[in-house]
């Protein structure tokens, strides 16, 4: 059971350039989060997913794009990359059932140097 | 909008000393989440505690310890006799509709020897 994976751990963009973050989870949560977390400042929500097949915007979503194909995998995109997106990335899920929202378990970040 | 206040950034303490941080939210809804994460130098984020807007029993786990009080919007957490592992940066997270977390800045805790 690895939990929350994330794959890159680190990657270095140059300005345009585009790329994808790939999060997995083996718990068979409903729901996955992309956030990003910059310095000084507690992490902020581009992307979520209640299930397959749906994503939604949070509160930064401006320069990326997701899909939830499958269950168990959330996918972050970045068409172009602008130095702004320097950041460290997190994913995270959580199973949510009754309307009682569960803990959501973070992988363990991807840090992305945009020059 | 809901909105999680950590005014304190940085807290230093010596070893086996007790360490309260603060947390003030602010929200609309009657139903909600209050979570506390730390995050070791390492970098992950590892989850310590949850608890609903209808709970306000205060407990104890371990060396951890919350006081939740909806009268004045806030989630304390202390760490008692703490330990140079304990040293990390505390989020305190808010949970409203479809489980979406709000941060706040975070409080560094510094636990000398």
């Known amino acids: 059971n690895a939990g929350v994976t994330q794959t890159p751990k680190f990657r270095v963009l140059k300005t345009g350039q585009s790329m994808t973050l790939l999060c997995a989870q083996d718990m068979n949560h409903e729901y996955m989060y992309w956030y990003r977390q910059d310095p000084g400042m507690g992490l902020r929500l581009i992307h979520y997913s209640v299930g397959e097949g749906t994503t939604a915007k949070g509160e930064v979503p401006d320069g990326y794009n997701v899909s939830r194909l499958k269950k168990q995998n959330f996918l972050l995109g970045l068409e172009s990359a602008a130095p702004s997106q320097t950041s460290v990335y997190f994913c995270?899920?959580?199973?949510?059932?009754?309307?009682?929202?569960?803990?959501?378990?973070f992988g363990p970040g991807t840090r992305l140097l945009v020059l | 909008a809901q909105k999680v206040t950590q005014a304190q950034t940085e807290i230093s303490v010596v070893e086996k000393e007790d360490v309260t941080l603060d947390c003030v939210y602010e929200t609309r809804d009657t139903t909600y989440y209050l979570f506390w994460y730390k995050q070791p130098p390492s970098g992950e984020l590892v989850f310590l505690i949850r608890?609903?807007?209808?709970?306000?029993q205060n407990e104890i786990s371990g060396r951890y310890s919350w006081n939740f009080q909806k009268s004045t919007s806030s989630f304390n957490f202390t760490i008692t006799a703490s330990q140079v592992v304990d040293s990390a940066v505390y989020f305190c997270a808010l949970s409203e509709a479809l489980g979406k977390l709000q941060f706040g800045a975070g409080t560094q805790v510094v636990v000398t020897p």
């Open positions: 608890r609903n807007s209808f709970d306000e």
């Open positions: 995270a899920s959580s199973y949510t059932g009754t309307g009682v929202w569960e803990t959501q378990y």
